[in-house]
């Protein structure tokens, strides 16, 4: 590998960093760690999603963690090609490979499968696609198909929080991974010796 594609991989690499790093700072990440999540199909309209994340946390959170996910550049599926490219421990691959592999299988999983009520679109929604519709429906408003499934599953209140349970459950559980890939990187950089971000 020539220099500059070896400086572009590292840089990925940091940049999965950085973003990793925002993650674990975020407003968000703090709650959880002071909070549990709850559910209870019984709350009143006068406090919706009482046992939630405020939704001045999640935002700026949520951008990030897609970009984690999904970005072509520096998402988990993106740097797993420097994984293979790079000259890194074996052992370092192994349990990047098995990350990888654990974060992708939630986030194939399909919440609303089993509940016959919903449509059959918003039943074969996985929690990616629930991410998706999460983001454009809520907060960015600017994808008129994923917001008119978030308005679907919005018009029941039970369906809502069990929704809302599921999506945070799952974003935890997947930062989590983020977190333990941002200490493989951390490991990976030592070793070849360009630490530090970028």
Not at 50 to 58: G, I, K, L, R, T
Not at 87 to 99: A, E, P, Q, V
Not at 139 to 158: A, M, N, R, T, V
Request: some cysteine; overall charge negative.
């Amino acid at each position: 590998m020539n220099s500059e594609k070896f400086g572009e991989e590292i840089f990925r690499l940091q940049r999965f960093n950085m973003n990793a790093k925002k993650l674990k700072e975020s407003e968000l990440m703090k709650w959880f760690l002071h909070n549990s999540l709850e559910i209870d199909f019984l709350i009143t309209k006068e406090s919706p999603r009482a046992s939630f994340p405020p939704d001045s946390h999640f935002e700026a959170f949520l951008l990030i963690f897609h970009k984690c996910i999904t970005d072509k550049e520096s998402s988990v599926n993106a740097i797993s090609e420097i994984y293979k490219n790079l000259d890194i421990r074996d052992d370092l691959k192994t349990r990047f490979n098995d990350f990888q592999e654990g974060l992708y299988k939630s986030l194939d999983w399909r919440p609303f499968k089993g509940i016959n009520k919903l449509g059959k679109e918003i039943r074969g929604l996985t929690l990616l696609n629930v991410m998706d519709v999460f983001l454009y429906g809520e907060f960015l408003h600017d994808h008129p198909k994923k917001g008119e499934l978030y308005q679907k599953i919005s018009q029941s209140k039970e369906i809502r929080e069990f929704y809302w349970f599921e999506f945070y459950t799952t974003v935890y559980k997947c930062a989590l991974v983020i977190f333990h890939i941002f200490l493989l990187n951390e490991s990976v950089l030592k070793d070849l010796g360009e630490a530090g971000a970028p």
